[in-house]
């Protein structure tokens, strides 16, 4: 079992920046992957980025690439979400999830994140609030 904990949301202004956090413990030798999806009252989750364990490899959604940057400091267990130039559309509740080795899938379109599959593990989430 892998566990998840988000924090670093909150209420900032357009252009402004915040940073998300994603504590994680348990037994995550067997992560493969991680990514923050998030989601917007009346719409879809979607996957914002994604980065691999073993290569660190970064995926990003058309919407946040250039403003968004995905990283993991391995001797924390720690994933971060970087995001500057915040707009009102990227309000959401952010979740960070984690999928196992032998399940990860990363999907890519044109250089793009598209989906992310396999996710076992995730976590409650935090509120990021953006306004004009």
């Known amino acids: 079992q892998v566990q998840l904990v988000e924090s670093g949301g909150g209420s900032v202004q357009a252009g402004g920046s915040l940073r998300l956090s994603c504590a994680t413990s348990g037994y995550t030798y067997d992560v493969g992957c991680m990514g923050w999806f998030r989601q917007a009252p009346g719409k879809e989750r979607e996957g914002v980025a994604a980065i691999t364990t073993w290569r660190g490899s970064t995926y990003y959604g058309d919407s946040v690439k250039g403003r968004f940057t995905i990283s993991r400091d391995n001797a924390k267990d720690t994933l971060y979400l970087q995001m500057n130039s915040l707009k009102p559309e990227d309000t959401a509740m952010y979740y960070c999830?984690?999928?196992?080795?032998?399940?990860?899938?990363?999907?890519?379109?044109?250089?793009?994140?598209?989906?992310?599959?396999?996710?076992?593990?995730w976590g409650k989430g935090t509120l990021v609030t953006i306004s004009s």
């Open positions: 999830a984690a999928g196992l080795r032998s399940r990860c899938a990363i999907t890519t379109n044109g250089g793009s994140l598209k989906d992310v599959a396999g996710m076992d593990y």
